[in-house]
């Protein structure tokens, strides 16, 4: 109702679908930001969590090879192929703590956005133009 105050009957048409328009394009905008958003903040945390993560530190090792242990416990034979699953199931978890660290951050974002909208919401008018017919 906001958008199309003040509008003249003859021009409602014309109004709702430049609002309709706009509102779809916002929301691609808006989708297409907020995916950015998550693409570089995964990629920030999954450099702050690879820099803890190293082959030299023991509890690195050690995890490697509890995983190492439970894929030769589950019938992989072979212990080599056994530890290289293990690295890759490291790095995916580590892919996937990123992942969810980032989506917290677009999270926040959002929650920030709402709260700037709410915020701006106090600020609206209302219309002073004539009533339309048919309203109460």
């Given at each position: 109702?906001?958008?199309?105050?003040?509008?003249?009957?003859?021009?409602?048409?014309?109004?709702s679908?430049?609002?309709?328009?706009l509102?779809n394009?916002g929301?691609?905008?808006?989708?297409a930001?907020?995916?950015?958003?998550?693409t570089?903040?995964?990629k920030?945390?999954?450099?702050?969590?690879?820099?803890?993560?190293?082959l030299?530190?023991p509890a690195?090792?050690?995890t490697?090879?509890?995983?190492q242990?439970?894929?030769?416990?589950?019938?992989?034979?072979d212990?080599?192929?056994?530890?290289h699953?293990?690295?890759?199931?490291?790095?995916e978890?580590?892919?996937?703590?990123?992942?969810y660290?980032?989506?917290?951050d677009?999270?926040?974002?959002?929650?920030?956005?709402?709260?700037v909208?709410?915020?701006?919401?106090?600020?609206?008018?209302?219309?002073?133009?004539?009533?339309?017919?048919?309203?109460?």
């Amino acid at each position: 109702m906001i958008a199309t105050a003040g509008i003249a009957a003859q021009d409602a048409g014309s109004a709702s679908a430049l609002f309709n328009m706009l509102r779809n394009l916002g929301g691609a905008i808006g989708v297409a930001v907020v995916e950015t958003f998550v693409t570089n903040r995964e990629k920030f945390h999954s450099f702050i969590i690879n820099q803890h993560v190293s082959l030299l530190q023991p509890a690195t090792r050690q995890t490697i090879a509890a995983m190492q242990h439970y894929f030769e416990a589950h019938g992989m034979s072979d212990p080599a192929a056994a530890r290289h699953q293990a690295i890759i199931l490291l790095g995916e978890t580590l892919k996937q703590q990123a992942n969810y660290f980032a989506y917290g951050d677009a999270f926040g974002l959002l929650a920030i956005g709402m709260l700037v909208a709410l915020l701006a919401s106090f600020f609206i008018r209302r219309p002073s133009g004539p009533a339309a017919p048919g309203g109460h």
